[in-house]
């Protein structure tokens, strides 16, 4: 019972996390006002990973391009 509650908790963290993480993505892709730099960019996402604790599950990796 408690590894079913805990493992639908782990599963909603992620799902937040995951959603998140593409509103940032939108946020680089986007026509005005697009969200620029490495060090901005790790900044935005490190709040989403921290909020939600879920470093552990996401590799990141920031490019110029």
Sequence with gaps: MLAAERAKTRSELLQATEKELAKIVAA???????????????LKVGKVVNRYKEARAFQTRYSRG
Excluded: F, P, V
């Design 28 to 42: 680089t892709i986007r026509k005005k006002n697009r969200l620029k730099g490495a060090s901005d960019i790790a």
